[in-house]
C-alpha cells in the first residue's frame, strides 16, 4: 500500500511533480510531505576569497525567496484537492542535499522527482540521481513537459530479467492493481530465438494477480534501447513506465547505465523506477 509520499519541490515557478504528487496522493489517500531545499551557494574554485560576503549573502537570500514560493504553491494546491499534506525546509549542498533526500526518502512508500530542465539549469538532476541510489524505495520521474496528473489506463513495464526490473515491478504494484491494462515489453538488438518464449512467465505472474496483460517484444538492431522503449511509449499511449534503474554510485558520483541515462533525459511520461 502507498500512505506516505515524499517529493521533492521545484524551484522555478510551474512544478508538474509537485502536481503529480498531488494527484498521487488523491488517488491513494496518502499522506504527502514536500521537501524544499535552500542551496548553498556555489562559488567557483578559481576565485574563492574574491567574492564580496553580500554577493553570497544576496544567493542564499535569494534561494531562500525561491524555496518560499515553492512550498506557498505546493501548499495551496495540496489544500485544494484536500489531501493530508506537510512541507519541510532543509538547507544543503547541491550535492549534500542527494544524500539527504534519499536517507529521508527510506521513511516513505515511494519519492516523486521532477525530471531535470537543461534549459533551467537547476541541480535537480543530481538529487534525482541520489534519490534512485540512495533511498532503496521507488522513485516516480516526472517529465518536465508533464501537464496531466495520475493516469493509469496504460501501463508499459520494462522487463529485461533482472534484479532491478523485478524489484520495479514489485514496487509498481499498487499501480499496476489499478491499471486498466498492462503491457510487458522486452528490447533486444538481437532479436529472439524461434523456441523461446521470454516474458511469458512475468506476464502468468501478474495475471494470477488479477491483471489484464499483453506482452510485447521488439526486436531493434539500429536504434539504442532507450529511444526504441520511448518510440514505444508514444506508439502505445502508455500513461506510465515502469523500469528498472540501474547504474551504482561511485564516490557520491552517480554513474548510470545506457538505458537509464537515455530515458532520464529524454523521458515523456511518468517513469517509476526501483534501484
Known amino acids: 500500500m502507498i500512505k506516505d509520499i515524499v517529493v521533492n519541490l521545484g524551484l522555478q515557478g510551474s512544478d508538474p511533480a509537485a502536481n503529480f504528487a498531488i494527484s498521487v496522493a488523491e488517488t491513494f489517500e496518502a499522506h504527502l510531505t514536500s521537501v524544499a531545499f535552500i542551496y548553498d551557494p556555489i562559488i567557483p574554485g578559481s576565485v574563492m576569497g574574491g567574492i564580496p560576503p553580500e554577493f553570497i549573502e544576496a544567493q542564499r537570500a535569494e534561494s531562500e525567496k525561491s524555496v518560499k514560493a515553492a512550498i506557498d504553491r505546493f501548499e495551496q494546491a495540496a489544500k485544494r484537492s484536500g489531501i493530508s499534506y506537510e512541507s519541510r525546509k532543509l538547507s544543503a549542498s547541491v550535492a549534500g542535499a ?41 522513485v516516480i520521474v516526472v517529465p518536465f513537459i508533464q501537464k496531466a496528473g495520475l493516469k493509469l489506463d496504460r501501463v508499459m513495464v520494462c522487463w529485461d530479467g533482472s534484479r532491478a526490473a523485478t524489484r520495479a515491478i514489485a514496487d509498481s504494484m499498487p499501480f499496476l492493481k489499478k491499471a486498466k491494462q498492462v503491457e510487458v515489453v522486452l528490447v533486444t538488438t538481437k532479436g529472439f530465438k524461434a523456441d523461446e518464449a521470454p516474458g511469458a512467465d512475468l506476464a502468468k505472474h501478474l495475471a494470477r494477480h488479477d491483471l489484464k496483460v499483453l506482452l510485447k517484444r521488439i526486436t531493434s538492431p539500429d536504434i539504442d534501447i532507450a529511444s526504441t522503449i520511448l518510440s514505444y511509449v508514444s506508439d502505445s499511449n502508455a500513461d506510465m513506465l515502469v523500469m528498472g534503474g540501474y547504474g551504482h554510485s561511485r564516490l557520491r558520483e552517480f554513474v548510470l547505465g545506457g538505458v537509464t541515462r537515455g530515458i532520464l533525459e529524454s523521458m515523456t511520461v511518468p517513469t517509476l523506477m526501483s534501484h
Open 98 to 138: 542527494a544524500e539527504e533526500l534519499g536517507k529521508l526518502a527510506r521513511r516513505f512508500d515511494l519519492a516523486v522527482v521532477g525530471q531535470s530542465n537543461r534549459d533551467e539549469g537547476t541541480p535537480i538532476e543530481i538529487v534525482d540521481e541520489g534519490v534512485l541510489f540512495e533511498s532503496g524505495r521507488p
